[in-house]
């Protein structure tokens, strides 16, 4: 990782940009890709630091401020602002590349109940093919959130839930 630290009106000490630099370094274990630069700029006026920071990773770029009565504390707020956002852009990044499924995918899975003639269970969604009253009298057997059809009657895509007052509700796609 480049790491390069600007000052403006005053000079760090040693010390200071040793433990800046080792605050820095930290943000690579939240990353899920390599940190490829971490840009620094340090300001002092009025007796305040005001610390700003760019980090660059491939394709993908993170933006901080922070701000102390000394320069490590102003660079302390930055990166923790910076390892939070790092922190749920992996999030993000690792259930995209482990294919999680959750919400509309996981409710339309086999275990909502809604396969009673199949005898093995499909692994993922199966479209079924039904006119309104059968969607509602397959829908009114199970305890799912929701069952997707298609009207065999408009050739349309199809939702039956339940409404807050415990009627069925239909909607279906537009063209």
Do not use: C
């Not at 770029?61 to 923790?80: M, Q, S």
């Not at 390892?83 to 339309?108: F, P």
């Not at 839930?161 to 239909?170: A, I, K």
Request: charged share 30%; net charge negative; no cysteine.
């Amino acid at each position: 990782m480049q790491t390069e630290i600007t000052t403006r009106h005053f000079n760090l000490g040693e010390d200071q940009t040793e433990t800046i630099e080792a605050d820095l370094a930290k943000l690579e274990r939240f990353s899920p890709r390599p940190v490829q630069s971490v840009k620094v700029t340090i300001t002092h006026e009025a007796g305040i630091f005001s610390a700003d920071s760019v980090v660059h990773l491939k394709n993908q770029e993170f933006r901080a401020k922070g701000e102390g009565r000394e320069p490590e504390f102003a660079v302390a707020e930055l990166v923790e602002s910076l390892r939070k956002q790092l922190a749920k852009w992996k999030g993000k990044i690792s259930g995209k590349q482990k294919g999680e499924e959750g919400g509309l995918g996981r409710a339309m899975l086999a275990d909502a109940g809604l396969f009673e003639d199949t005898v093995e269970k499909p692994e993922g969604f199966v479209l079924r093919d039904l006119d309104l009253t059968g969607a509602k009298a397959a829908f009114a057997t199970t305890d799912a959130p929701f069952l997707v059809f298609r009207n065999v009657e408009s050739n349309r895509l199809g939702v039956i839930y339940r409404r807050d007052n415990g009627e069925l509700g239909h909607m279906e796609a537009s063209e």
